[in-house]
């Protein structure tokens, strides 16, 4: 007998879902998957920042410490309310690595991102605080699931930018028009 899908569950499934659907890129897709901790991050920024120093090239990482703090908040969180899947996770910490990696090698792009992160770092609630506040209500989990689209919406739109400049990079100019309108 079938256990029933618990509705918060099945909430996120159906953001990762559509996330998956709407990146078009299931290599893409598979890296993110790649990537389950924020350790996985934190040895990404590391690795990006002694390449930097090296080159003279040092960037600001630690600018984004504040988005990468609330979104751990954020996943102790909903691990607390649900049983999550990895693949949620993965979702949380693979785009940043990748979009971080991605961009180090243009330093215009590489700031753009750094300092989106660091904006949206700044608006992003304290989690902890919120279920302190909260943990009895119910309506907390579905804010949970609206975070995360929230989240999956802007490294969609970000994975895609990046992802098409680099395929633009080593494209000519009569197949850009193809991969723009996809």
Not at 41 to 46: L, S
Not at 115 to 135: C, H, Q, S, V
Request: glycine fraction near 2%.
């Amino acid at each position: 007998m079938a256990t029933p899908l618990d509705p918060v569950q099945a909430a996120f499934e159906a953001v990762m879902n559509s996330f998956k659907a709407d990146l078009k890129d299931k290599q893409v897709y598979n890296d993110l998957l790649q990537i389950t901790t924020i350790d996985q991050v934190y040895d990404a920024t590391d690795e990006i920042q002694k390449k930097q120093a090296k080159e003279g090239h040092l960037r600001h990482l630690s600018k984004i410490s504040p988005y990468l703090q609330r979104l751990n908040e954020y996943a102790t969180t909903i691990e607390v309310f649900t049983q999550v899947k990895p693949e949620v996770l993965s979702l949380i910490w693979g785009p940043i690595k990748l979009l971080l990696q991605w961009t180090s090698v243009l330093k215009a792009s590489f700031d753009a991102i750094v300092n989106t992160m660091a904006e949206i770092g700044e608006l992003l609630p304290e989690f902890k605080r919120i279920i302190a506040l909260f943990d009895q209500n119910s309506t907390i989990k579905d804010v949970m699931v609206l975070f995360f689209r929230d989240i999956l919406d802007f490294y969609l739109v970000t994975l895609k930018f990046f992802r098409l400049s680099r395929e633009l990079a080593h494209t000519s100019m009569y197949d850009c028009a193809a991969l723009v309108l996809t």
